[in-house]
């Protein structure tokens, strides 16, 4: 099973430099989504002893994280027709390869982060990474919906650091964690809707009007 | 089964008031949600409760003293918005009382799990729970406020979901977690990882609380955002925030990584003190202005609990003592800014002669949050200073003496200015009605603030000393 897991946390990499490459909106929401459902399927690789939790576990990250989040943030574009992440703060070729320097960095720390009995070797450097990625696409990006983004994906890094603790953290914690990232998405798209209603863009950087 | 009532009652009162359509039944659910949890917590001051559902939910000192300012700023921020709702009708209407009763349920949440992955939950519920109110105007400053507030809180609670999980790591023995578990066999926790633990939930629950450099948000959420919302979130909110680090200081000092803990507190609560100083001067926004007072205040807070010792009693004494002034505050200049119109100081001139009874309270605030006798904020703030001076950081305290002296002129000129001023022109709006419910409120809390300063009675006393023994302080 370690292979199969493995090969799940290589996609999630793989998905990670997708994100951070890619220039039209739909892709980034797709991608996004496809990495909502690779990691719905990690659970049930990495602890083959199935358990009501670990299926509840993965059954609960598909419906969020693969089906209901990404549909309303496509909703989200489709309504205000918006197609291309225009000018990031760094551009898509640089943006790719600060990403590949945090993945060598990832990999790095876990090394020496003194981690007990962790299933894959994988399993730290890939959750370290997935975090930066989703905090380079926050901070570089100038939609407001590719922000939203970049916090479902640094939300997926914690979900896999997470992982490593699953058999310790009881079920009813995990639900809450899922509904708040939920919650929080949904009303961040919603007020990405009115963003583009009050200035006729998605764009964050038009949100210059409070300062001392 | 009280314990669950404080989660249960606001949860049933939010659902309920979401269904009625008329303004009257939603009002009334917010009243009798606010008594019920007034009277719930009363009844645990005076015989506690124990634990619940195997350990996860228990109400220790710290927690109660939390949990008392959550209560009591509910129930006058409920009484208030009885009166605000009369005048202005924020748009989101019926969802408007619900996420009042939302956050006081998951601040509830915050305040009695002993499960430090629940207490995230809670602590990332607040944060929804509230957005909706800051973006109750439709307009694009609130728009530009709610979106900083989502994005900056979210981030940093996530770096403490990580932070948690890097904590579970650690634990080696014990179940997994909880609170008491990880004090006991604190010893066994893994060093680095405990180290790293604690790095991330100081920024995650640093960003709740707005210490600099982790305030953004802050300035632009208090100033947009409706003046109860603002008292909940700058008395409750980061009381709430605070108590999150609270415990995982207490992990941190039973690991006996108290060495690696305090210079990080010490540096992050000069620097709030120090920021809010810089930008208090010259601030033109009443609210603005509040929020760097808050920014203060939070600095106070992380140093007591970093300097120790009787600095953590100190601390804890300051979290009741600034939870209510800021309540006091954020409600007077609410009533005040619904005559003025404006929260824009030179355009506020005159407040004492066009709405007395409002200027008075204010004046008493300002002293009040600027630590002057004989307000309870002056004992706690002396205390922590003390304990600066007295356990060898007589740096730090004569630093943090500057900077207090600073900052009450950064706030006495604004506000003495419109106190006192002359009205430059503009139209005086008639005041509004449903004043009464409004200043019940403000007048109840300056009575606390006031009584806290002159007197503690014997059971908060040893409430107090409880949890600042369970933060590994002293008490004076």
């Known amino acids: 099973m370690t292979d199969f897991s493995d090969l799940l946390l290589l996609l999630v990499v793989l998905t990670d430099f997708w994100i951070l490459g890619t220039t039209r909106l739909s892709s980034v929401i797709r991608a996004a989504a496809l990495q909502g459902a690779i990691l719905a399927a990690l659970p049930i690789a990495l602890h083959p002893r199935l358990s009501l939790h670990i299926i509840g576990l993965g059954a609960g990250t598909l419906i969020v994280k693969a089906i209901v989040l990404p549909g309303f943030l496509h909703r989200a574009i489709r309504e205000a027709s918006v197609r ?123 949100l210059t009007e409070l300062r001392d | 089964m009280r314990l669950l009532g404080l989660l249960l009652v606001p949860l049933v009162a939010a659902a309920a008031a979401y269904a009625h359509r008329s303004s009257r039944f939603r009002n009334a659910w917010l009243l009798v949600a606010g008594v019920v949890h007034l009277a719930l917590v009363a009844s645990l001051w005076i015989t506690p409760s124990g634990p619940v559902l195997g350990d996860w939910f228990a109400l220790d000192a710290l927690g109660l003293v939390v949990l008392s300012v959550v209560t009591i700023l509910f129930a006058v921020v409920a009484v208030y918005a009885v009166g605000y709702l009369r005048t202005e009708s924020p748009r989101g209407g019926r969802a408007f009382v619900s996420c009042l009763l939302g956050f006081l349920a998951s601040t509830s949440l915050v305040a009695l ?106 300035p632009d959420t208090y100033g947009e955002a409706p003046s109860l919302v603002a008292a909940l979130m700058a008395g409750a909110l980061t009381s709430c925030a605070f108590l999150g680090l609270a415990r995982v200081a207490q992990v941190m000092s039973a690991a006996g990584q108290a060495a690696f803990m305090q210079p990080l507190l010490l540096a992050f609560g000069v620097f709030s003190l120090v920021v809010a100083a810089a930008f208090m001067l010259g601030q033109t926004d009443l609210k603005r202005l509040l929020a760097y007072s808050s920014v203060e205040h939070m600095g106070l807070l992380v140093l007591g609990l970093g300097l120790g010792g009787k600095g953590a009693y100190g601390t804890v004494l300051h979290v009741l003592n600034n939870g209510l002034t800021k309540g006091l505050l954020f409600l007077t200049v609410g009533n005040i800014v619904l005559v003025t119109g404006t929260s824009h100081v030179p355009s506020m001139r005159g407040v004492l002669r066009r709405a007395p009874a409002s ?118």
């Open chain 2, 359 to 476: 200027g008075a309270l204010l004046l008493a605030g300002l002293f009040a949050v600027t630590g002057s006798p004989p307000f309870g904020p002056f004992v706690s703030e002396f205390t922590i200073l003390g304990a600066a001076i007295g356990q060898g950081h007589p740096w730090i305290g004569a630093i943090t003496l500057g900077l207090l002296a600073v900052i009450f002129v950064g706030m006495a000129r604004p506000i003495l200015d419109l106190l006192y001023g002359e009205p430059g022109g503009g139209s005086a709006a008639p005041d509004p009605r449903a004043g009464g419910l409004r200043l019940a409120g403000p007048i109840v809390l300056v009575l606390l603030v006031l009584l806290l300063g002159v007197y503690l009675p014997l059971p908060l006393r040893e409430v107090l000393a409880r949890a600042t023994l369970s933060l590994g302080g002293v008490v004076p």
């Open chain 2, 113 to 218: 799990s002993h499960h430090l992955a629940l207490l995230w939950v809670g602590m990332e519920a607040t944060t929804l729970a509230l957005a909706p109110l800051i973006y109750h105007r439709h307009d694009r400053r609130s728009l530009e406020a709610v979106w900083k507030y989502l994005v900056l809180s979210s981030v940093g609670i996530a770096l403490a979901l990580l932070g948690t999980f890097f904590l579970a790591a650690a634990q080696v023995k014990g179940r997994p977690l909880l609170v008491e578990d990880l004090v006991l066999t604190a010893k066994t926790l893994q060093p680095g990882l405990l180290r790293a633990a604690f790095v991330f939930l100081l920024v995650g629950f640093g960003t709740k609380m707005g210490i600099a450099p982790l305030h953004a948000w802050k």
């Open chain 1, 84 to 206: 291309r992440e225009v000018e990031p703060v760094i551009g898509f070729t640089a943006s790719l390869g600060v990403g590949a320097v945090a993945v060598a960095l990832s990999f790095a720390v876990a090394q020496r982060l003194p981690l007990p009995e962790s299933q894959t070797a994988l399993l730290v450097p890939v959750a370290l990474a997935t975090v930066i990625v989703g905090l380079i696409v926050l901070t570089t990006r100038s939609k407001a919906l590719t922000q939203v983004v970049g916090y479902l994906i640094l939300e997926n890094g914690i979900y896999v650091f997470g992982m490593s603790q699953a058999e310790r953290v009881p079920f009813l914690v995990e639900l809450g964690v899922l509904l708040d990232v939920f919650v929080g998405v949904f009303i961040m798209g919603i007020v990405v809707f009115h963003i583009n209603r009050e200035f006729d863009s998605l764009s964050s950087a038009r």
